[in-house]
């Protein structure tokens, strides 16, 4: 079975109750390719507002979870609470919150599993620095992170997850990898499913890109055979998002 294209759009720290409500409604009114699962991640604050508001055929995600499943973990946000407020994904392992609030991989790899655990699919991000990616280690980093992850989850597990490659050095930046770059660390991320969890994972774990895109370059890297979506950033605030979704068409 074909692999569904997936995009998501990451607000990040952006966004007030109307221009959620307005960027919303534009979704909801607009032509979205019905073969591309559709999630966004606004703030955790409007997460509630967005649910009321968005078409069931929108998915929303949290930008984070806790590993814990309640406590004394001020600020932090629970799978169960994710699941009874009707969110369907949460981002783990964001390159922000690797390099600013210092998460590391096995901090990540404990959250993917909670979220699997309680039902929530996870979103799990993956990538290296320029330095990293100069020095000839992308292959290295992408795969140490991954290591991680696969050292908590069953195989059949990654069925809930999906692989979002950001190079942190393409974030933001208005820079974005090459088609031929993005396919390459894609293709190897499959061989490493292969390889490390199973023939049913390479085959089915959708790995999306993430890192500058926009609606000028997503349809040549959607051409790419192990390209299943991306992880939009900055475009996912604009009407232009629509064109991202509709990728394939």
Not at 99 to 116: G, Q, S, W
Not at 207 to 212: A, D, M, N, T, V
Request: charged content about 25%; glycine content about 8%.
């Amino acid at each position: 079975m074909a692999r569904k294209f997936f995009v998501g759009g990451n607000f990040k720290m952006n966004g007030t109750a109307q221009s959620i409500t307005d960027i919303i409604a534009n979704l909801n009114t607009a032509t979205l390719d019905p073969t591309t699962e559709t999630v966004i991640a606004p703030p955790a604050l409007y997460l509630l507002l967005a649910r009321s508001l968005a078409d069931p055929k929108i998915a929303l995600a949290s930008q984070n979870v806790f590993d814990k499943p309640n406590g004394a973990f001020t600020g932090e946000l629970s799978v169960d609470q994710l699941k009874d407020a009707k969110i369907e994904w949460t981002l783990v392992g964001h390159s922000e919150r690797r390099v600013i609030l210092k998460e590391n991989d096995e901090f990540v790899a404990r959250k993917t599993k909670a979220a699997l655990d309680g039902g929530i699919g996870a979103i799990l991000c993956i990538g290296e620095s320029l330095e990293e990616r100069e020095g000839g280690k992308t292959l290295d980093v992408v795969t140490r992170q991954l290591n991680a992850v696969a050292e908590q989850l069953s195989p059949a597990e990654w069925a809930k997850v999906v692989i979002a490659y950001e190079p942190i050095w393409a974030i933001g930046t208005g820079k974005v990898a090459t088609t031929e770059q993005a396919q390459e660390v894609h293709a190897t991320i499959r061989k490493w499913l292969g390889e490390k969890v199973s023939a049913a994972a390479a085959e089915n774990t959708r790995i999306i890109y993430g890192g500058s895109v926009t609606e000028k370059n997503c349809r040549e890297l959607a051409k790419q055979p192990d390209v299943d979506g991306f992880l939009v950033g900055g475009a996912s605030l604009k009407p232009a998002f629509v064109e991202i979704i509709n990728a394939r068409l």
